[in-house]
């Protein structure tokens, strides 16, 4: 018996069903129909639609719908950027500069240990300039002494010269008086 009755309910169940998917296709039918004449009272070129006392062509409202939809977008942009200036201008408010004058201290003592390097530098440069005057005028000292010296051994040699031909002449003299004395012989 039990079974029976399930299977009876199943049936139920079955036919309940198919009632109401057929009065859903009558419902999506007459939609159907609705939006096909909504299309043709509406999609005509001599259509005129009146809203507010105010007679419209579908092209003048598609017109109007655009320049409505410009304008509302260029409201949000102005509003977002107003918004957004508003907030930079809170946060330019509330800019609290960061505290430099640990960098400030560090910067000085680069800067004095700059110029200490500057000054030694040009300590440097003054006593290096100091020591090349100093050897440029022992080098022009020692290239005096030395021409000067050369000169005299030039001379020197000059007067050695002339005293070793004066010597030869004196030897050769004596030489051939020797040669030409018969008694040495």
């Known amino acids: 018996m039990v079974h029976l009755i399930a299977y009876i309910t199943k049936l139920w169940i079955h036919n309940t069903e198919e009632i109401k998917m057929t009065e859903e296709i009558k419902d999506v039918n007459k939609k159907i129909d609705e939006a096909e004449a909504a299309v043709k009272k509406y999609a005509s070129a001599n259509t005129v639609i009146s809203i507010g006392g105010y007679e419209?062509?579908?092209?003048?409202?598609?017109?109007?719908?655009?320049?409505?939809s410009s304008i509302l977008g260029g409201l949000y942009g102005a509003f977002e950027t107003y918004k957004d200036y508003q907030s930079m201008k809170k946060r330019i408010a509330e800019y609290v500069a960061p505290d430099l004058t640990e960098f400030d201290k560090r910067l000085a003592v680069v800067t004095e240990n700059a110029q200490k390097s500057v000054e030694y530098t040009n300590n440097i440069k003054n006593d290096l300039k100091a020591d090349i005057r100093r050897l440029e005028g022992v080098v022009d000292n020692v290239e005096r002494s030395a021409k000067q010296t050369q000169r005299e051994v030039q001379l020197d040699v000059v007067?050695?010269?002339k005293d070793l031909k004066q010597l030869n002449k004196e030897i050769d003299s004596k030489i051939q008086r020797a040669l030409d004395n018969p008694l040495a012989k």
């Open 56 to 68: 419209f062509t579908p092209a003048k409202l598609m017109v109007a719908f655009t320049l409505v």
């Open 159 to 161: 007067d050695v010269r």
